[in-house]
Nanobody, 115 residues
Framework: QVQFVESGGGLVQPGGSLRLSCAAS????????MGWYRQAPGKQRVLVAT???????NYADSVKGRFTISRDNAKNTVYLEMNSLKPEDTAVYYC?????????WGQGTQVTVSS
């Protein structure tokens, strides 16, 4: 079973940028679609970005135009480039299969957008 480890989170000012990485313990070649999810305090975990094996992407309206998801199958890694960050983006970010996660969720990586 593939496990995912998220990294790259931190504290950033509004309008700033951050790049998250999702390292898989095994090959992600056979995974049709990977996604980034986020969970803000007191809220449900929601899917914000998806990328298929073929490279097609989709984004939640809340992040469209600001976030870019990519994947490197050779490195078994998925990335999330976040630009023009807003305080509303503050959350723990997770990666997993899309549109539904499977297996055990990782610890995620905290992103805090604040002045």
């Amino acid at each position: 079973q593939v496990q995912f480890v998220e990294s790259g989170g931190g504290l950033v000012q509004p309008g700033g940028s951050l790049r998250l990485s999702c390292a898989a313990s095994g090959s992600i070649f056979s995974i049709a679609a990977m996604g980034w999810y986020r969970q803000a305090p007191g809220k449900q975990r929601v899917l914000v970005a998806t990328i298929t094996s073929g490279g097609s992407t989709n984004y939640a309206d809340s992040v469209k135009g600001r976030f870019t998801i990519s994947r490197d199958n050779a490195k078994n890694t998925v990335y999330l480039e976040m630009n023009s960050l807003k305080p509303e983006d503050t959350a723990v970010y997770y990666c997993n299969t899309s549109p539904r996660g499977r297996g055990n969720w990782g610890q995620g990586t905290q992103v805090t957008v604040s002045s």
